[in-house]
């Protein structure tokens, strides 16, 4: 099946804890997201790349690190500089115009 | 004032009813215009898409779009209980800008 897979699904962290979220996709994408999503609040974008070994900030990069070493992952960091870190991340890819989204990981921070 | 605006909503129909959700945003560079259904705890799914003004139908979803009052709407017809999740809708001008809205929480009651 072709897709996008994220893992995991539930991830816990204690305060000053790093944490990389995984994104997979197998559709041949060029492009993929990292995106951020609070109650109340619209999917709001952390980091985009375009193509392997280059990835541009979003809209709120500050505390997350991303690397896109292979067309097929596009790993995403949550450092203990990201102050309000509980959220649930959603990974997506492009295609034409159209993006695609993966399932999801909630993150909480203890 | 945001750029997007959704309504969040909750919005409780009964089954069969027409359901009306709509957009307003600020940015008339807005071209592109996509309507994504989420179901709780999973990622979004591509509903609509549609590119400048006008409406697109697909089965019991329609979209409209009106460019001159910056809204946009998603109608479903014949609501079924499976139609109950959360819709969002995005807009962009540019391929890797993509705005959502916060999103409509939607239950259709038996």
């Known amino acids: 099946d072709g897709g996008i897979t994220q893992s995991p699904k539930y991830l816990f962290r204690k305060e000053g804890q790093n944490v990389t979220l995984s994104c997979e996709q197998n559709l041949n994408h060029d492009a993929m997201y990292w995106y951020r999503q609070d109650p109340g609040q619209g999917l709001r974008l952390i980091y985009y790349s375009q193509i392997v070994n280059d990835f541009q900030k979003g809209d709120i990069a500050e505390g997350y690190s991303v690397s896109r070493e292979k067309k097929e992952s596009f790993p995403l960091t949550v450092t203990s500089a990201q102050k309000n870190p509980t959220a649930f991340y959603l990974c997506?890819?492009?295609?034409?115009?159209?993006?695609?989204f993966g399932p999801g990981t909630r993150l909480t921070v203890l | 004032q945001k750029e997007v605006e959704q309504d969040p909503g909750p919005l409780s129909v009964p089954e069969g009813a027409i359901v009306s959700l709509n957009c307003t945003y600020s940015?008339?560079?807005?071209?592109?215009f996509m309507w994504y259904r989420q179901y709780s705890r999973k990622g979004p799914e591509l509903l609509m898409y549609t590119y400048s003004s006008g409406n697109k139908e697909d089965g019991r979803f329609t979209a409209q779009v009106d460019k001159s009052s910056k809204y946009i709407s998603l109608f479903i017809r014949d609501s079924q209980p499976s139609d109950s999740a959360t819709y969002l809708c995005a807009m962009r001008e540019r391929v890797n800008d993509m705005r959502f809205g916060a999103g409509t929480r939607l239950t259709v009651k038996p």
């Open positions: 940015n008339s560079a807005f071209q592109y």
């Open positions: 997506a890819s492009r295609t034409g115009t159209t993006q695609f």
